[in-house]
């Protein structure tokens, strides 16, 4: 049996099941319309697993599902070594979102990650700590600002409503991912000139630590249905 | 996991430590990440495991043993010179998949002494390379100072020095500062396209134009800065024969007698340096005075400065096999002590050896 985990409401649910719906391979929740429960058609030995997309890197990791479809976001910023634990299958093309840093829009001397980290100095000197960066995406933010020799800021946590810490004094800046950047601009926020940190969308992953001498089979039929190669794991 | 093989190593060295006079000293695990963050920034959780604690708050588990033995001296009223060794786990936390320790011992050696850095530094680096001879090991030597020296001596504004030193330790953007400030680099486009804005208006006017002013940092603050960058534009860049000397320090390798008599021959070109060659020159006496060849021993002026660490002078790394960390590393950091002493400050210079690496290349122990 081959588990895959697909998001279990909304629009990524929904686009999720079009995307394998037109590859020949039916995906339907079953039972009561709140009851977390489905079924594949189209190929046998395939078991779907609903799940919050944001549980998905972890299980993948865990290796309690074999595939999983989740945001790219989210895996690279959950997993430590996320090429290490999972294989990239195929990006779906849509949920389309860009992980950002954004600064209010007031703040005419800083428009590149340049400007952030010499305005990030003086602002320690000034206030007596390290300018701060609401985010959810520790992992990832992290990285580019060590990768961009960024120094005198700090990592708050945000879990959401995450454009209005700045104006709310619980921090100076953030990163977030944003499509359409109708929420930043509302908020008076203005993204950096660099380009994102990460273009995340929505893309199908393979578990590098499941059992995949019982889910070979299913693995080679949909496989051959998604017109994908069956990959080295 | 720490084999019965890896602890003999371990107190070998620490008992070699003591004999050379030093007071051993205890820290604890849990560290206030308060002060480690203060000092790496946020770089530092890639490497250390973060806990809480219900009243204290966030804790670190020890990344590394120098900055409580220098909290720890600096509390006291312990007279100087002090020499101390330590002995215990360190943890680092490990990003990738592979066989790298994430916990493991470190056996210590720190010199907190003004009268003669020279001495200090080779004493310290004569006692590890003692300890650790006869095992397949190259040594590479370094020192910060003179790179600040260099970079505080540099014919440019006190703003740009300033840039510069705040980076000596991110290579990265540090280059990129030097490439822009000596006229390499064309002015991003980002940075073309502000400037052309900032030149339009008084900045209140601007800031007003562009929306409603929130969050901590003040609309004084914003100014400020605008008008900063308006005048570092005006900044006629660094002279090229200047910026060739500074370049040419950053990749300066050689073996240690043949970089002094380098640095000597640029020293009338970059006089700011003086100081600091000579400081390299007294080192490179007591060295040879403790038997090391200095003819042969390795020099790298930018060793140090990609390790996340607080070096500003002297620094010193004992290499094993390729791609593993350092068996052996330390160097000289007075500025911390300052920065920790509350007031007080104390030259120090010191190091660490990893046991386990070194049971290993002795082939007591399979890694």
Redesign the interface.
């Known amino acids: 049996m081959l588990k895959i985990g697909v998001p279990s409401k909304g629009r990524l649910m929904e686009k999720t099941f079009d995307w394998f719906e037109a590859r020949g391979v039916t995906m339907r929740k079953t039972g009561n319309e709140r009851e977390y429960s489905g079924e594949v058609q189209g190929v046998s030995g395939v078991e779907l697993v609903l799940l919050s997309a944001g549980e998905i890197p972890r299980e993948l990791a865990a290796g309690r599902i074999h595939l999983g479809v989740t945001g790219s976001d989210l895996v690279r910023d959950k997993l430590?070594?996320w090429e290490?634990?999972v294989a990239e299958l195929a990006p779906l093309g849509f949920g389309h979102a860009d992980l950002i840093i954004a600064v209010?829009?007031?703040?005419?001397?800083?428009?590149?990650i340049?400007?952030l980290?010499?305005?990030a100095?003086?602002?320690r000197a000034?206030?007596g700590f390290?300018?701060r960066i609401a985010t959810k995406y520790?992992r990832l933010v992290?990285?580019y600002?060590?990768?961009?020799?960024?120094?005198?800021?700090?990592?708050v946590d945000s879990q959401g409503a995450t454009e209005g810490t700045?104006?709310n004094?619980t921090?100076?800046a953030i990163a977030d991912i944003t499509s359409t950047g109708e929420t930043l601009r509302a908020n008076?926020l203005k993204v950096l000139?660099?380009g994102p940190i990460h273009q995340s969308q929505a893309t199908l992953y393979a578990s590098r630590g499941a059992d995949w001498v019982a889910a070979a089979g299913p693995m080679a039929a949909l496989a051959a249905k998604l017109g994908l190669a069956v990959p080295a794991l | 996991m720490t084999s019965p093989a890896i602890r003999a190593e371990a107190e070998r060295l620490f008992a070699a430590f003591a004999a050379a006079g030093a007071q051993p000293v205890e820290t604890d695990i849990l560290q206030p990440a308060g002060t480690l963050l203060d000092l790496y920034g946020e770089d530092i959780r890639a490497r250390a495991y973060v806990t809480a604690d219900p009243l204290d708050g966030e804790m670190m588990m020890r990344p590394d043993f120098t900055v409580p033995v220098v909290q720890a001296h600096m509390a006291s009223k312990a007279e100087e010179p002090a020499r101390y060794s330590y002995m215990g786990e360190v943890f680092r936390k490990q990003d990738h998949l592979g066989a790298r320790a994430r916990e493991y011992l470190q056996v210590g050696f720190e010199i907190f002494d003004g009268s003669n850095p020279a001495q200090a530094d080779a004493e310290v680096f004569a006692l590890f390379s003692g300890l650790l001879a006869g095992l397949p090991l190259r040594p590479v030597t370094g020192d910060i100072g003179i790179l600040m020296a260099a970079v505080r001596g540099l014919d440019t504004t006190d703003r740009r020095k300033a840039a510069l030193l705040r980076h000596i330790w991110r290579p990265k953007r540090f280059r990129a500062l030097l490439d822009r400030y000596a006229g390499r680099a064309p002015v991003p486009v980002a940075r073309a396209q502000l400037l052309e804005k900032l030149a339009q208006g008084a900045p209140d006017a601007l800031i007003a134009q562009a929306g409603p002013v929130i969050g901590l940092r003040s609309e004084d603050d914003i100014a400020a800065r605008a008008a900063a960058l308006l005048e570092d534009a005006a900044v006629k860049p660094i002279a090229a024969p200047e910026a060739a000397l500074l370049y040419d320090l950053l990749g300066l390798q050689a073996p240690a007698k043949a970089a002094l008599d380098h640095l000597r021959g640029i020293t009338p070109l970059l006089p700011a340096i003086a100081p600091a060659v000579d400081r390299f020159a007294a080192r490179l006496e007591a060295l040879a005075a403790r038997g090391i060849a200095v003819e042969t021993l390795p020099f790298e002026a930018s060793l140090g400065r990609t390790s996340m660490e607080y070096y500003d002078g002297f620094t010193f790394v004992f290499l094993g096999p390729q791609g593993q960390p350092s068996v052996a590393s330390g160097g000289r950091y007075d500025a911390l002590t300052a920065r920790l002493g509350a007031g007080r400050s104390i030259p120090a210079v010191g190091g660490i050896i990893r046991p386990h690496m070194v049971a290993d290349l002795r082939g007591a122990t399979p890694c």
């Open positions: 430590a070594d290490g634990q209010p829009a007031c703040w005419i001397d800083v428009d590149s340049d400007d980290d010499a305005a100095a003086a602002f000034a206030h390290r300018l520790h992290r990285e600002l060590t990768e961009q020799g960024v120094a005198d800021y700090q990592l700045v104006k004094l921090a100076e008076h000139a660099d």
